[in-house]
């Protein structure tokens, strides 16, 4: 006699947010979720979200449990993109989500990244889809767009892709972390959640900025500077063109109608104080997301300097010392009797 068939379908994955030093920021597909330029980033170790996924053999809503909370926004957004899994699985089968992650969400922290990067990498375990780590990063960035970055570890490259059906848009490995194991210290001035998301904030910036035809001409020569940088380990390039990027970028946000401020004081001092420190020969530069979080990247030789000047800054409540992580990876998987 057969064994009878499990009822549950049980994996946990982890993921680490990434930070981009050549941003992302516009869409050329809402519906698929498509960027209207590529993008660079450094994943980080350290912080992490840690996602399990059971798929029970029932039709039915959904269960979504983020750090212990259950939302119905962030719900929806967990079920269209287990859909997708479900679509290429063949089953209608409901799912029990567990996720928590070890950092503030919705601080300009990418949040959503490392969540829908571990999402689709548990899910698919669960599912026993063999995907390609394009296919998981395709299927990461339905889900939220940095998401597709952080399938992968090290410095990474998502392309922006020409097809309509995004099938060449998602993202791959540029240099693994050991090739030049930058730091990244991330300094925490709020803690309260974001006033305009970054998917609202993009889609209104392309709406309304008068500077963003200029922003999607300008990128390649941007995403070109950063690959050469990276190739030539040229710490002083990648500054210039990470802070570039990452200002421009913040310049469209302020020129929409209305304007888009996502920085607060202490954003505006510690980029300040980087510029101060990189002057006096340290390397050190900044970046800094839809939010008011400073991310500064940093030579191991700049590290103690650098940390000891954010936490002199009035209104920097903490800095979070990185590395550069790895990319999705299973942790578990759990087949059996209904959970
Ligand atoms: C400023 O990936 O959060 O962090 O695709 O709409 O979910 P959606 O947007 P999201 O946007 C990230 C924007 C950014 C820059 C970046 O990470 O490249």
Redesign the pocket.
Known sequence: MNPPAPDSFCATAQAQP???L????G?RDVEL?L?AVG?I?LTLDQLWTRTKVCFVRVAGADRVRINGRTDAVSAQRVSACLDLLRQRAGVDWRAEVTSESNFPLAA?L?S??SG?AALVRAAAAALELPLSPAELSRLA?R?????A?SIHGGFVE?DRGACADGSDSHARQLMPAADWPLRVLVAITTTAPKEV???E??LHSADTSPFYPAWLTAQSGDLEAARGALRTRDFEALAAVSEHSCLK?HALAMSARPGLLYWNGATVEGMRRVRALRTQGLPVFFTV??GPQLKVVCEESALLEARAALLELEGVHEVIECGLGEGARLLETAFGGTS
């Open positions: 990434n930070i981009a050549i941003k992302y920021w869409k979720n960027p993008s980033s300009g990418a959503s990244a829908f960035r889900g939220s767009g940095s998401a970055r998502w998301g970054s998917r904030g993009m970028m997301d839809a």
